[in-house]
C-alpha cells in the first residue's frame, strides 16, 4: 500500500471557483491520477505543506493570494522543491508576467477556456517525468542500502581474518614439522586473498554510495609505477614486465589509490597475458598516460563492452570477485581521468589509463551499472 502510495503521481488543482474545480477534476480523473483540490492559494500552502505532487494547476486571477504570490509561497516550501507549476489564465499572460512567473519557477500555461488535448497531453508528459523520478529514488535508494550492506559484511569478516592470520602464523612459527608448517602457510596465503576480496568489497561499497575517496599529494608517476611492478614481479617471478617510463611524470593524484589501480592492471595482464608484458608512462595531451600491453589471446567482443562493469570476471573464472577492473575504472573517475581498454588478434591486449595531472578535488560518483 505503501509503495502504491508513493509512486501514485498526483495533481493539486487550484482555483477558486468551484466549478473550474468540478471541470478540472473530470477532465484529469480519466488518466487515473490522484486529484486535490483548493479553492484559494492558502488552501493550497497548506495542501504542499503535507504532501507530495506530481504537478500543480494554478489559477491566476484568485481573491486575497493570486497565482503569482501563490507560486511564491510555494516555492519558499522546503519539500515542495523542483515540483512542476502550470499556470491557469483566463487571457494571455504579458511577456513581463511570464518572467514573473518563470523567474518564479513556473513550468508552463494554459489558457481558458481550456482545451481538454492540450491540458491532458501536457498533465501526461509531467506525471511520467514524476514517476520516473519516484523510480530512480526508489533504485538509488535500495542500491545505498545494499552498499551499506555490503561495507559492514567486509567490514565484519576483518576480525575472524585476524584471528586466522595470528593462528597461523604462530604455527608456521611453533610447528616442528616442514609439513605442518606448510599447511600453515596455505592458510596465510588463503587470508591474504581473502583479505584482498574483503578490501574489493569495502571500495566497491565506497564507489557505489559516495564516489572513490581521493587525497591528492604531489606523485611521481614513474617511480610509483616501478613499485608497483617489482610487487608484482616478487609475487610471480616467472613473468617478466617491461618498464619505460619518457621522461618525468608528475603530478597531484592520490598515491595509494593509483598504486591500487597499477596493481589491479598488473595483476590482470599477469593473469590472461601470455609471455611478455610491457609498461609504459609517459605524458599526453596534457595528461598522464600509463599503458599495460600484455600478449595473448584478445578479449571476446561480448565482453570487452562490460569488462568494466562489477563482478564481471574473465573467461578463466578464478578465485576474484571481479571487481578489480571496476575498481580501476573508479579510481580514475575519481581523479577526473579514465581507463579504456584494447584487444585483437596478434596485437595482444592493452588497457590505457588517462589522468589528469590535477586529481579532481571534489569527485562526482559514477552511475552505479543497472541503476
Not at 613499485?227 to 611524470?249: K, L, Q
Not at 592492471?265 to 598516460?289: D, F, H, P, Q, T
Not at 578464478?318 to 581521468?337: F, N
Not at 589522468?355 to 552505479?368: E, H, K, S, T
Amino acid at each position: 500500500m505503501a509503495d502504491r502510495q508513493e509512486s501514485e503521481a498526483r495533481i493539486l488543482a487550484v482555483d477558486d471557483t468551484p466549478a473550474n474545480l468540478i471541470a478540472l477534476r473530470a477532465l484529469l480523473e480519466p488518466l487515473g491520477h490522484g486529484i486535490v483540490t483548493a479553492e484559494s492559494g492558502h488552501e493550497a500552502l497548506a495542501c504542499a505543506a503535507e504532501s507530495e505532487f506530481a504537478l500543480v494547476l494554478l489559477d491566476v486571477m484568485m481573491p486575497e493570494m493570486d497565482g503569482f504570490e501563490t507560486l511564491e509561497h510555494l516555492r519558499a516550501l522546503p519539500s515542495f522543491g523542483g515540483t512542476p507549476v502550470l499556470l491557469v489564465s483566463a487571457y494571455e499572460p504579458p511577456a513581463q508576467a511570464m518572467e514573473r512567473a518563470y523567474a518564479m519557477g513556473a513550468f508552463d500555461y494554459v489558457l481558458k477556456p481550456i482545451a481538454p488535448a492540450v491540458l491532458q497531453a501536457k498533465v501526461a508528459v509531467y506525471t511520467s517525468l514524476y514517476r520516473r523520478g519516484v523510480e530512480l529514488r526508489r533504485r538509488g535508494a535500495a542500491l545505498a542500502a545494499k552498499d551499506r550492506q555490503i561495507a559492514m559484511l567486509a567490514h565484519d569478516l576483518r576480525s575472524p581474518l585476524t584471528a586466522i592470520r595470528m593462528i597461523a602464523e604462530s604455527q608456521v612459527r611453533s610447528e616442528p614439522s616442514e609439513r605442518s608448517r606448510e599447511l600453515s602457510r596455505r592458510v596465510l596465503r588463503a587470508a591474504d586473498r581473502m583479505e584482498a576480496m574483503t578490501e574489493e568489497l569495502l571500495d566497491f561499497a565506497r564507489a557505489g554510495s559516495t564516489g572513490m575517496p581521493v587525497t591528492p599529494v604531489e606523485v611521481d608517476l614513474g617511480a610509483l609505477c616501478r613499485e608497483s611492478v617489482e610487487e608484482v614481479t616478487a609475487g610471480h617471478p616467472d613473468r617478466s614486465i617491461d618498464v619505460e617510463i619518457a621522461g618525468t611524470v608528475e603530478g597531484k593524484w592520490d598515491r595509494e589509490r593509483i598504486r591500487q589501480a597499477f596493481s589491479n592492471l598488473l595483476v590482470n595482464a599477469v593473469k590472461y597475458g601470455r609471455g611478455r608484458i610491457a609498461v609504459r608512462v609517459r605524458l599526453s595531451s596534457g595528461y598522464a598516460e600509463s599503458q599495460i600491453w600484455n600478449d595473448g589471446d584478445p578479449i571476446p567482443e561480448d565482453r570487452m563492452a562490460r569488462i568494466f562493469e562489477p563482478f564481471e570476471r574473465g573467461a578463466q573464472g578464478g578465485a576474484g570477485l571481479g571487481l578489480g577492473l571496476y575498481i580501476v575504472r573508479e579510481i580514475a573517475r575519481s581523479h577526473g581521468g579514465g581507463v579504456r581498454v584494447e584487444s585483437a588478434h596478434g596485437r595482444g591486449t592493452t588497457f590505457t589509463l588517462r589522468l589528469p595531472l590535477q586529481a579532481a578535488v571534489d569527485p562526482q560518483p559514477a552511475p552505479r551499472a543497472g541503476a
